[in-house]
């Protein structure tokens, strides 16, 4: 339900929708990142809040061979201590009136790889940690497929 708000929101707002990047993908992602609290942002007493884009946030943009679907990566810092890094995963797509959020997902690992764009779904390898590792460096990997 809230994919479709958000896609409603974009649409009938492009300029929200974008104002960030002419690069509608990244418009889009960065949109639903900044207003949806399902991202776990929080303020100092933990409290749910908007995330904010920050120095400290990053996007990355993987395009399907037709431009018309983008896997975004964005980690970014989900509370005021900046000592956890969280990372998410965000399915843009193209519809008629611009661009649209398909699917997100949360926590998926950091250093994204042999992503691959099928006709139903992409898929990608994130590095995870086990149980063992240090938050420095995880040695467990793990693929995710996000279904268009």
């Not at 609290?37 to 809040?49: E, L, Q, S, T, Y």
Request: hydrophobic share 40%; with cysteine; charged share 20%.
């Amino acid at each position: 339900m809230l994919r479709i708000v958000l896609t409603l929101i974009a649409v009938s707002m492009p300029l929200a929708a974008s104002a960030a990047s002419k690069d509608g993908h990244l418009g889009i992602a960065q949109f639903m990142f900044k207003g949806d609290k399902a991202f776990g942002c929080v303020n100092p007493n933990g409290d749910p809040i908007d995330c904010k884009i920050t120095e400290d946030t990053t996007f990355q943009i993987f395009r399907s061979p037709d431009n018309k679907h983008a896997l975004v990566f964005v980690t970014y810092l989900p509370d005021a201590t900046g000592n956890a890094v969280q990372s998410a995963a965000i399915l843009t797509e193209e519809v008629e009136t611009g661009w649209g959020v398909k699917r997100q997902l949360i926590s998926v690992g950091q250093d994204p790889s042999s992503i691959k764009f099928s006709t139903k779904n992409v898929t990608f390898v994130s590095k995870i940690w086990k149980s063992s590792d240090s938050r420095i460096n995880p040695t467990g990997r793990k693929t995710f497929s996000l279904a268009y």
